[in-house]
């Protein structure tokens, strides 16, 4: 036993009625031609039995009738496939089939009684062709199919039971063919849903699919990011900023710049975790971060090394400028308290040494300089910056 289909979601609804409008626009030449053709076939078999200037208004008729049919087939045919189509658009499908069936079923009620045996035959046999070519032409739309061809298929049926004993046969003929054509109507119809509805599952397993790349790639992403950026601070971790420095570094040696590192600590941090906790002390290491950072110009590096160190990579600078832009960081962090969650403000200060990196000196190297002129400030008295390998008086 075959299982009940489930359901029509409301997506497979929606793409039920654009496949529809998209089907009927791609068929409208087809149906252009093949109306006002057999009408004009029609009005030569009966050229010699039917008022001939009403075989004439015929042929006129279905061509101004299937006039806009062509005209919005021009107007769509290089439009975009659309996302969305109301459903009035299949009524309106349907009451257009719907007339031009009736003008068909008029023509069968006029000329039918009206030719000979030959007449009548060539009739039947043309509109049974253009019943059978409405199922095909129509089979995304079951009822504008229905609407077309039972009007004259009905009317056909009428006469060919009036004029039994002329073609006892014709009667039973045309009851099969309007039973065929109902049944094929059916199962196109049926077939034109499966193949929708496997589109639009296709198209959600797809999309389900793409959204789990995106999900993948952002979670892919945001553990680079952790990878490579301090979780506190949100600068980069020792590892980042090692792996970043050396094109900065070759990009200035290739300009012929000199390159300065700087070293930061702050002094007595160890105090304000003993005092006020572990988190006010993380609230004030994103401060002086986010101090350190806004101080310094987008060119130069900063990093965190652990703990409350930090490390600064001044590309294009010499140790006498490294000393002004380090000594704007220090200011920036001692000369304004911190506002902290409960306890008032923070007051911080902060202790740096730069040094130099000579051309063919590594980074290691530079860095154990930095590290001694930092030492030293804190030496010194601390809330000062210290330059290795001379006296420098700090800008204050």
């Known amino acids: 036993m075959r299982p009940p289909a489930a359901p029509p979601s409301e997506a497979l609804l929606r793409e039920i009625r654009v496949s529809q409008a998209v089907s009927r626009v791609r068929q409208l030449p087809t149906v252009f031609v093949a109306n006002p053709l057999l009408a004009a076939f029609i009005a030569v078999v009966y050229w010699d039995t039917v008022f001939r200037t009403l075989l004439v208004l015929f042929v006129a008729t279905m061509i101004v009738l299937w006039t806009p049919a062509i005209l919005s087939w021009r107007r769509l045919r290089n439009k975009a496939r659309p996302t969305r189509v109301s459903a009035g658009n299949e009524r309106r499908a349907m009451i257009f089939s719907g007339s031009a069936g009736l003008l068909w079923a008029l023509a069968a009620f006029v000329f039918y009684p009206a030719g000979g045996s030959e ?91 793409k959204e789990s790349g995106v999900q993948l790639e952002l979670m892919l992403s945001r553990m680079s990011d952790l990878a490579m950026v301090d979780e506190l601070t949100g600068l980069k971790n020792r590892r980042s900023f090692f792996d970043d420095i050396d094109p900065i570094i070759a990009g200035s040696r290739r ?142």
């Open 119 to 209: 007449e009548r035959a060539a009739l039947v046999m043309l509109l049974a062709g253009l019943c059978a070519g409405s199922v095909s032409f129509f089979s995304s739309s079951p009822k504008a199919s229905m609407a077309f061809y039972l009007p004259f298929m009905l009317m056909l049926l009428g006469q060919s039971l009036t004029f039994m004993e002329q073609s006892p046969v014709l009667p039973a003929a045309i009851a099969v063919f309007i039973a065929c054509a109902l049944w094929f109507t059916r199962t196109s119809w049926h077939q034109f849903v499966e193949n929708v509805r496997v589109l639009v599952d296709r198209d959600r397993l797809l999309q389900e699919a």
């Open 255 to 396: 300009r012929g710049k000199p390159v300065a590192i700087a070293l930061l600590d702050l002094d007595h941090f160890k105090d304000v975790n003993d005092t006020h906790g572990h988190q006010i002390g993380d609230d004030v290491l994103r401060e002086v971060a986010r101090r350190i950072e806004g101080t310094l110009r987008q060119e130069q590096l900063v990093g965190r090394l652990g703990g409350e160190e930090f490390v600064v990579l001044l590309p294009d600078t010499n140790p006498q400028q490294a000393l002004v832009a380090i000594e704007r960081v220090r200011k920036a962090v001692g000369e304004t308290g911190i506002p902290v969650t409960g306890d008032g403000e923070v007051w911080m200060t902060v202790s740096g040494g730069i040094a130099p990196l000579g051309d063919g000196m590594s980074v290691s190297v530079a860095m154990q300089h930095a590290d001694k002129a930092m030492y030293r400030a804190k030496a010194l008295g601390r809330n000062r910056v210290e330059v290795y390998g001379a006296v420098e008086e700090a800008v204050r």
